[in-house]
Every structure is written in C-alpha cells, then in structure tokens.
Antibody
Framework: QVTLKESGPALVKPTQTLTVTCTVS??????????VSWIRQPPGKALEWLAR???????FYSTSLKTRLTISKDTSKNQVVLSMTNMDPVDTATYYC???????????WGQGTLVTVSS | QSVLTQPPSASGTPGQRVTISCSGS????????VNWYQQLPGTAPKLLIY???QRPSGVPDRFSGSKSGTSASLAISGLQSEDEADYYC???????????FGGGTKLTVL
C-alpha cells in the first residue's frame, strides 16, 4: 500500500527558510519511473505545482519559484525534502507531496501540511 | 492566472449530467495526458481521472474524462449531492518543463 506523509513546521517567520519532508512507504525512491512532486495550495486558492524529483535524481522546478526551491531525496530514509528560501506571508499554504510509481499518470497524494508564514 | 483554464463554477440538479472543461495549449494538453482531481472541503485532492480517461478503482463510472486537441473535459452523470466539491485538471507542460493546474471549478448541486 502506497502512502505519503508530509511533515514540517506549522509556523515560519518571514525571510526564514522552510523545509518540508515527505516520507513515503509502499515503494522505493530508487524504483525506476518513480517521481515525487510537491504541490501547494494557499487557503481558498488553486493548486500550484512546485517541484519534482525522479528516481534517477533528475529535478524539475516551477519557473516562477526556481530560484527559491531545492528538492532532494534520501533513499535510505524514504524521504523527499523540499526547501524554500526567503519565505513570505503569501507563501502561507498547505503543502502536499504526490508520487507516481510507474510510467503512467496514476498518482498518490499525501494529506498535506499547513504552513503559516507570520512574524 | 492559471496555465489551464477552467470555469470557476458549475452547477446542476441531482440526476443531471454536468461537464467541466479544461482548456490549454499544444505544449500541455495538446501533447500530454490530463488528470482530474476532486477536492472536498478541508481534504487533500483525490485522483478522479488519470491519463485523460482512466478511472482509478473505486471511482464510480458516473465520472468520465475525455480529451480533444488542446482541451479536456470531465463529465459527471447522475449528479449526487456528495459530488459537490472543487475539481481541478492538471497536465505536464513541455515548454515550462513542469506540471500545470487549472484554476479549479466549484461544483454546486442545487
């Protein structure tokens, strides 16, 4: 059974760096064709894709946020980590991770973690 | 401004058939598969349709997806009150080299 769980701070201050972690189970981060993405959703707004990391360590970033984002994975811990620098109140959102574990487009989502940016 | 365009709202009465559109371009919908997600209030998005027209097991066959050119559609037949939710389309964009989402459609069951 594939599951994903996001974790991270509930509150960060402006200008700080956010680090959120996605812990997966039911598959390996080294499995061929595996891809994990981060998506966020500000309160009352639409979904926004942020970044993706593949089984072969290929990485993709949102063009509007790429200067602030870093995605990485720790296969031994079954974790994918997203860092976002210089946080601002407009970055307040629920952050989700989602995974595809084969070459198709069926994906699995975590429950999300709400991050509030406030001083 | 989302890359994929959806109507902000849709509505129907119980039993009716409702269609939600998702408009894109050659770099996203025109050349890639589309996923649809259902999001109930306060919950994570749930995969409703993948690869443009495939239903995950457990999703009722009242839900169907289609794609033509640079547009995609989600159809819900036999509308039920529990279908009231936000619906999002998504696709990979070859020009942006990233995934793009629609702005979401809020479905109201009257």
């Amino acid at each position: 059974q594939v599951t994903l769980k996001e974790s991270g701070p509930a509150l960060v201050k402006p200008t700080q760096t956010l680090t959120v972690t996605c812990t997966v189970s039911g598959f390996s981060l080294s499995t061929s064709e595996m891809r994990v993405s981060w998506i966020r959703q500000p309160p009352g707004k639409a979904l926004e894709w942020l970044a993706r990391i593949d089984w072969d360590d290929d990485k993709f970033y949102s063009t509007s946020l790429k200067t602030r984002l870093t995605i990485s994975k720790d296969t031994s811990k079954n974790q994918v980590v997203l860092s976002m620098t210089n946080m601002d109140p407009v970055d307040t959102a629920t952050y989700y991770c989602a995974a595809r574990i084969d070459s198709g487009w069926y994906d699995y989502w975590g429950q999300g973690t709400l991050v509030t940016v406030s001083s | 401004q989302s890359v994929l365009t959806q109507p902000p709202s849709a509505s129907g009465t119980p039993g009716q058939r409702v269609t939600i559109s998702c408009s894109g371009s050659n770099s996203n919908i025109g050349g890639n598969f589309v996923n649809w997600y259902q999001q109930l209030p306060g919950t994570a998005p749930k995969l409703l349709i993948y690869s443009s027209n495939q239903r995950p097991s457990g999703v009722p066959d009242r839900f169907s997806g289609s794609k033509s050119g640079t547009s995609a559609s989600l159809a819900i037949s036999g509308l039920q009150s529990e279908d009231e939710a936000d619906y999002y389309c998504a696709a990979w964009d070859d020009s942006l080299n990233g995934r793009v989402f629609g702005g979401g459609t809020k479905l109201t069951v009257l």
